[in-house]
């Protein structure tokens, strides 16, 4: 395993930047436990002060130091993120691994349920939920409602590898020998499909954080949590752009564009990595 | 009944299936949730002083009836839809008494101009940059778009076009960075009007130009550079067709049809990247409405928004679905 990381840093560019790039997220996240401010009290430094050697990023409008309010929201960010891709992974991993190993009508009506939620807009229904929410959203209800729509690209994805498992000759022994489908499921064709899951993972990830930046910058959040979409959406309340404290705007936005690149390429290198094709094409084959 | 006809109904099919589906997550999320919008109208209209306790309950019987929130759950539900097959979604609280179908008719203009503009123009860009990199691997410049585009592809709608409106508002303010048009020009078919609706949105077309090309070249890429392996391709060289035609009608064109399916399917993820665009640069269409509802607290514009975003999208991908055995004509034979 470890052998397999170094050979990947070295010769997969992409590998080497994006787990770098993670690497210094990371570092911002474990960085938080050690804030030497609560996240959630303001006016505890002069504000508005561009970077210097107190203040590494400067500090905010609301007397914030503008670093450690970004390690705060960077750790809630991730964990969101996190959070939603973990339970969205569990429906569109049962939903693959179904539609994938039983094929023909149930295979047909998963996918054609699959492909509505692919397509069907979600932003319009979040501003929805939240207008009914209002006071009572809360980070919970919108990681659940968010992993509820955001699992049927990647379900699609682990049903394409599961739909080449069905016909392997050791499905057809497990089959014979008596196993359930349940555990050929689990303990056949999902060791198969966890690379695929593992990529895909990373790229949610990324959406999640992607559409809490959205939502919070418009205020559709609990914005009273610090989170990157917060931050910007406090920075803009503030007017912080046209006030000329760019640092309290350009930090979060870098930060993120940090964040996306890196898990992005990271599961990039992971397909190729899992892709022998791309593999033998990278070696000149 | 011809293979065209079988296809066309399967379309057909899994359009009524998205409509569906989109509305009733649309009406499970309106009833389900704790908060009831008529309290909630009720309780902002009345929190400036005290209000006679007759008139409040006149206006909950006339706001239910509004919201259609009256009768047993089955009964709104039958109502909900009636309202949506007939286009009436009632008057907007917030531009009272504007029915909310003609705030939305007056949006959607705008956002599909914007949408059909950008996506348009990244898909034709990104497929044709990425299939001449996936083709002519050695090129130093396709290499180097190629690492622009795989950095572009993963940031969201929002950041692209904060980072835009920085860039051309702040550091380099040459073009109109908020608005449909300019204030002062009267609407019409004139030639001031139309060159200001088209500055105007050159910046939202940017930014959901740039947010899509990424993945289109990415995408393209890898697919061209897995045909190029095929066998019928390394024919056609051997026998020594010229490259250009071997690029474009042995290569890209089977290429193309993935790609299209991909348009097809990733279309709702574009919209939304649209709508968030059009409210950073305070773009006319749907998304400023959307929000503009939000904030004043305007039940049937926001419900009236997300029911005709569902049914558009929809749409659009339904008349892409018809578009397909133009390309592949394998569906109009089998």
């Not at chain 1, 997220?25 to 210097?52: C, I, N």
């Not at chain 1, 670093?67 to 973990?86: D, E, H, K, P, Y």
């Not at chain 1, 760019?246 to 890196?262: D, R, S, Y």
């Not at chain 2, 090129?139 to 076009?161: D, E, H, T, V, W």
């Amino acid at each position: 395993m470890l052998k397999i990381v170094r050979d990947l840093f070295r010769h997969n560019r992409e590998f080497a930047v994006g787990s770098i790039l993670v690497l210094l997220v990371v570092g911002l996240v474990v960085a938080s436990f050690f804030s030497p401010y609560p996240p959630l009290d303001s006016y505890l430094v002069p504000p508005d002060t561009p970077p210097s050697w107190d203040h590494l990023l400067g500090t905010n409008s609301r007397g914030q130091d503008v670093f450690w309010q970004l390690t705060i929201a960077m750790r809630n960010s991730l964990f969101f993120g996190i959070s939603v891709a973990v339970i969205s992974r569990v429906i569109s991993l049962v939903i693959g691994l179904v539609s994938g190993y039983a094929g023909g009508m149930v295979d047909r009506i998963l996918m054609s349920i699959n492909d509505t939620f692919v397509v069907i807009p979600l932003f319009p229904i979040l501003t929805l939920f939240y207008f009914m929410m209002h006071d009572h959203m809360s980070w919970t209800l919108l990681a659940l409602a968010m992993a509820s729509l955001g699992w049927p690209y990647d379900a699609r994805l682990i049903r394409s590898v599961a739909l080449s498992l069905r016909n392997r000759e050791f499905t057809t022994q497990s089959i014979f020998s008596g196993m359930s489908m349940r555990q050929i499921l689990v303990e056949d064709h999902l060791p198969y499909v966890l690379p695929i899951v593992f990529s895909t993972t990373l790229n949610n990830i990324n959406w999640s954080i992607g559409l809490e930046v959205t939502l919070s910058v418009i205020g559709l959040t609990n914005i009273e949590t610090p989170t990157i979409g917060t931050m910007i959406y406090w920075a803009n309340q503030h007017t912080a752009m046209v006030a000329g404290v760019w640092w309290w705007v350009l930090a979060p936005v870098a930060t993120v564009i940090m964040t996306f690149i890196g898990l992005f390429l990271l599961s990039v290198s992971m397909n190729e990595f899992i892709d022998p094709r791309t593999r033998l094409a990278r070696m000149g084959a | 009944m011809t293979s065209y006809t079988w296809y066309f109904l399967r379309r057909l099919g899994q359009f009524v299936l998205v409509v569906f589906v989109g509305i009733n997550i649309v009406f499970f999320v309106t009833h389900a949730t704790p908060i009831d919008p008529v309290e909630q109208a009720i309780s902002s209209a009345t929190q400036f002083g005290q209000s006679d306790p007759r008139a409040v309950e006149i206006m909950r019987k006339a706001l239910r009836e509004l919201y259609g929130l009256d009768g047993t759950l089955w009964q709104q539900y039958l109502t909900f839809w009636r309202r949506l097959a007939t286009g009436d979604f009632g008057p907007s609280l917030s531009a009272f008494p504007t029915p909310v179908s003609k705030l939305i008719g007056q949006a959607l203009p705008w956002t599909v101009g914007l949408l059909a503009t950008s996506t348009l123009t990244a898909w034709c860009i990104g497929n044709f940059m990425g299939g001449l990199a996936g083709y002519y691997r050695r090129n130093r410049l396709l290499k180097a778009a190629g690492i622009f585009a795989m950095g572009l592809q993963p940031i969201p709608s929002y950041i692209m076009s904060l980072v835009v409106l920085i860039l051309f508002g702040y550091f380099w303010p040459i073009l109109p960075i908020t608005g449909g048009f300019e204030m002062n020009i009267h609407p019409g078919f004139t030639f001031s009007f139309i060159s200001s609706v088209v500055t105007h949105s050159l910046l939202p077309v940017l930014s959901l130009t740039l947010i899509t090309i990424g993945a289109w070249f990415v995408g393209m890429r890898s697919l061209v550079s897995n045909i190029i392996s095929e066998d019928y391709v390394v024919y056609a060289e051997l026998a020594g067709v010229d490259r250009h035609k071997i690029l474009t009608s042995y290569v890209m064109r089977n290429a193309l049809m993935p790609q299209l399916t991909g348009l097809a399917l990733s279309l709702g993820g574009i919209f939304n990247g649209a709508i968030i665009t059009e409210v950073v640069f305070g773009y006319p269409g749907l998304g400023t409405l959307l929000i503009r509802g939000v904030n004043a607290g305007d039940y049937s514009l926001v419900l009236g928004i997300a029911s005709i975003s569902i049914i558009a999208v929809a749409t659009a991908v339904f008349a892409i679905d018809l578009l397909y055995p133009l390309l592949d004509p394998r569906v109009k034979i089998r």
